[in-house]
């Protein structure tokens, strides 16, 4: 399996980005696919997942009415839209895959990770 990130880079604050995700080994029909962020010294948390074939999408609070994650199964690849960005949202962003959404709230039962992508929020 490999989760191939790209996408990330400098925005100001309140501007706009979105990072993708291309699915390799895996189909987004059977999988879940989404993000985690990182900061150093802190824990990977959640940021925002899907599962295209039960229609399910999860978001962190943090992110919940700026950020839109989305799916093409035709391409297996994954994306999240982020607008309204802030200097909180400064992390490596990485891609992951697992049976279920459920795993977001448990990042040690992730199956599949993909490199990072730095995502940069400041003026």
């Known amino acids: 399996v490999q989760l191939q990130a790209s996408g990330g880079g400098l925005v100001q604050p309140g501007g706009s980005l979105r990072i993708s995700c291309v699915a390799s080994g895996i189909s987004l029909k059977y999988s879940a696919i989404g993000w985690f962020r990182q900061v150093p010294g802190k824990e990977r948390e959640g940021v925002s997942c899907?599962?295209?074939?039960?229609?399910?999408?999860w978001y962190a609070d943090s992110v919940k009415g700026r950020f839109t994650i989305s799916g093409d199964n035709a391409k297996n690849t994954a994306y999240l839209q982020m607008n309204n960005l802030k200097p909180e949202d400064t992390a490596v962003y990485y891609c992951?895959?697992?049976?279920?959404?459920?795993?977001?709230?448990?990042?040690?039962?992730?199956?599949?990770w993909g490199q990072g992508t730095q995502v940069t929020v400041s003026s």
């Open positions: 899907i599962n295209t074939f039960g229609g399910v999408t």
């Open positions: 992951a895959s697992d049976p279920s959404c459920s795993s977001w709230y448990y990042p040690e039962t992730i199956a599949n």
